[in-house]
């Protein structure tokens, strides 16, 4: 492999670790893509190229200068951005979805340009070890699969123990929590905690980990997994609120503990939930007002808890 080759697997690496973290999907395109597509490295290539959804393009340009790619005003910012990044020439793309399932880019020179369904969510493929985009299927669509990049925070953040940090890292405005319902008081529970988180983060992805027990349904049992806590395996899945309540049936948790994802949070990060193996209980962080809410539901029973207090509620013990 030459050193132009080199450097610009390295600039891939780079802008999927950095468009992952900001939750931007991101597909190869040409050269590079066609190479991430057969598995494997068959030619030189003069550039790397990438298309995002045009929700994203402000977003991922900001994120890609933030982590040292320089744009450029070379293209029509409604169509694309051109950057340089360690001597690398790379650019995103702008594409739509519509509403038949199709793909175009409606806006600039190209409005004929029209991708049929598919062409932004087909399984990808390894590029020199470096999983380009990963989704699986489920209720008839495609599900973007995380990986540690997408918790990386978590896992920086906590450390075992019994206060409120050995789930939830020490970044929040306020913390709870919740004990687990039981039997018919499951159903209210589980509904009361989603209406408020839902309330919270309106129209916005959220990240479910599904914790690999041995016994509990992970709903993606043949997908790639996270690391947390005490080298703990989840599946990651970026879905929402609707998926989060009806994913996991009924006894899907072992011990009738619920059939909650394990791990909840929203794109940006601004709350958390997780509840950890064997507790019968999740722990909350998030801003003050949602901490509140959560604190005054009725059919909650939450507790506020301080950094460094232990965070076992009250009757129940840490196993």
């Known amino acids: 492999m030459d050193e132009r080759t080199e450097g610009q697997l390295r600039v891939i690496r780079k802008v999927i670790a950095v468009t992952q973290a900001a939750d931007i999907p991101a597909?190869?395109?040409g050269g590079w893509g066609l190479d991430a597509r057969i598995g494997r490295i068959t030619r030189e290539h003069g550039d790397v190229e990438l298309w995002v959804e045009r929700?994203?393009?402000?977003?991922?340009?900001?994120?890609?200068?933030?982590?040292?790619?320089?744009?450029?005003?070379t293209q029509p910012p409604e169509e694309a951005c051109e950057f340089t990044w360690d001597d690398v020439p790379l650019s995103t793309a702008?594409?739509?979805?519509q509403p038949d399932g199709s793909f175009s880019q409606p806006l600039g020179r190209w409005s004929d340009w029209l991708f049929p369904p598919g062409s932004?969510?087909?399984?990808p493929g390894p590029l020199d070890g470096t999983p380009v985009l990963v989704k699986r299927a489920r209720d008839g669509t495609t599900w973007r699969i995380g990986t540690d990049a997408e918790v990386a925070w978590i896992a920086n953040g906590t450390s075992p123990g019994r206060t409120i940090t050995a789930?939830?890292?020490p970044l929040f405005e306020a913390y709870a929590t919740v004990p687990l319902g039981y039997g018919e008081e499951r159903d209210v529970h589980d509904r009361a905690l989603l209406t408020l988180l839902r309330e919270q983060s309106p129209g916005q992805r959220w990240w479910l980990g599904y914790l690999d027990t041995g016994v509990d349904d992970i709903v993606f049992p043949d997908a790639p997994?996270?690391?947390l806590h005490y080298g703990w395996h989840y599946v990651l899945v970026a879905a929402g609120p609707d998926q989060a309540a009806a994913w996991r049936p009924d006894g899907g948790r072992a011990f009738g503990t619920g059939d909650l994802?394990?791990?909840?949070?929203p794109a940006d990060r601004s709350w958390l939930v997780s509840t950890?193996?064997?507790?019968?209980?999740?722990?909350?962080?998030?801003?003050?007002?949602?901490?509140d809410r959560v604190l005054r539901h009725p059919d909650l029973q939450a507790r506020s808890v301080a950094l460094g207090q232990d965070a076992t509620p009250p009757g129940h013990e840490m196993r």
């Not at 994802?261 to 949070?265: I, K, R």
């Open 261 to 265: 994802p394990n791990l909840m949070f």
């Open 120 to 123: 932004f969510g087909d399984e």
């Open 27 to 29: 597909w190869l395109f």
């Open 94 to 97: 702008y594409f739509d979805r």
């Open 167 to 169: 789930a939830i890292p």
């Open 55 to 73: 929700i994203h393009a402000e977003r991922s340009k900001a994120v890609l200068v933030g982590a040292g790619a320089t744009a450029l005003t």
């Open 276 to 291: 950890l193996w064997d507790d019968d209980w999740s722990c909350i962080g998030g801003p003050a007002g949602l901490v």
């Open 225 to 227: 997994k996270v690391t």
